[in-house]
């Protein structure tokens, strides 16, 4: 069975560790391919090295050496560098980095220097953590250089900003204006992202930003159409618990682009091609919604521990299963 996933920063990365531990019972010899694509709208350069957050997000949790009370960054990590930058007096200072996590900067800078890809960077990368020994691969969502950037409003001026600074710096609490995506027109997927759709058994939405995330993914041209053309059943998860993200600002995003931040809603964005939606029980969706949208699963969806996200993800892919033999397509199991 083939497993495509779309996923952001640390919402996705959990996910997909708890889908992975899930399929890791799975009998020798069956056990499902997995192909992550990952977000590449909120990368950014830095000193110099060019950081792309919800990648090294997803290296770092599956491969087994992130920082688990953060969601994000190496665990046991140390911050000489970056006090020294600081005693230099460069900036920005707003963006912490350890010294371990430099090491994936340099390198990745490096190899891009020299004209390599991002997506066969990423490669190396995935190899250093072990990711093709899980049965992963892990896809840029393009190798064209994309950053999203917002329009804020600050002393009744408006200017445009990084989005890391945005969500880092002002944890997004200046007055978002809109998003603007530099260089995603122009991009295209990088190999293999189209292929990875088209060919999936299951595609699953992880709970992440639906604006900042997988929004920017399905930005990408050709990446929509390729959802909507999959024969696979599109299953997703909801962000929200109680009518509010669980971490970050999903729901400023979603104010931002004029959205609810409803279950219901983020469904909304989706509707061309979504097939399967989980909700959790304390956001309920209306009937009207139940009988023209996706098939739903009311579960409780807070990804307390890697065996929580595991059973969520294993809720998904029962939905596929569902969906798959009532279209008449194949069988979906792990």
Not at 38 to 44: E, K, P, S, V
Not at 60 to 74: I, M
Not at 91 to 104: C, E, H, V, Y
Request: aromatic share 4%.
């Amino acid at each position: 069975m083939r497993i495509t996933a779309l996923a952001g920063g640390v919402g996705g990365a959990r996910f997909v560790r708890g889908l992975l531990h899930h399929l890791s019972g799975t009998r020798p010899g069956e056990r499902p391919e997995v192909t992550v694509i990952g977000n590449t709208g909120d990368d950014i350069t830095l000193f110099g090295l060019r950081v792309c957050p919800d990648l090294d997000t997803l290296l770092y949790t599956l491969g087994g050496g992130v920082h688990d009370g953060q969601g994000w960054g190496r665990a046991d990590e140390s911050h000489l560098v970056i006090a020294e930058l600081a005693a230099l007096g460069a900036t920005p200072m707003w963006f912490s980095l350890g010294d371990k996590d430099f090491a994936t900067h340099i390198y990745r800078s490096q190899l891009l220097g020299h004209g390599m890809p991002l997506s066969a960077v990423t490669a190396r990368l995935a190899g250093r953590w072990g990711l093709g020994e899980q049965g992963v691969t892990l896809l840029p969502m393009t190798d064209t250089p994309v950053e999203t950037h917002v329009v804020v409003t600050e002393d009744g001026q408006q200017r445009a900003i990084h989005f890391q600074e945005w969500w880092v710096r002002h944890q997004a609490a200046l007055e978002a204006e809109r998003f603007v995506v530099a260089g995603l027109d122009a991009a295209t997927p990088a190999p293999g992202v189209l292929e990875a759709i088209r060919s999936a058994d299951v595609v699953l939405l992880p709970p992440s930003n639906p604006v900042v995330s997988i929004g920017i993914i399905l930005g990408v041209p050709g990446v929509r159409d390729a959802l909507r053309g999959t024969r696979a059943p599109v299953v997703g998860v909801s962000p929200l618990v109680g009518g509010r993200p669980v971490r970050g600002h999903a729901d400023v995003c979603l104010r931002t682009i004029g959205v609810d931040t409803t279950s219901e809603a983020v469904a909304g964005l989706y509707a061309d091609f979504l097939d399967g939606w989980l909700v959790d029980p304390e956001d309920p969706m209306p009937e009207t919604a139940r009988s023209s949208g996706p098939a739903l699963v009311r579960r409780p969806l807070l990804m307390s521990s890697v065996e929580a996200a595991a059973e969520i993800a294993a809720s998904a892919l029962e939905l596929a299963q569902r969906l798959g033999t009532a279209s008449g397509g194949g069988e979906v199991r792990p």
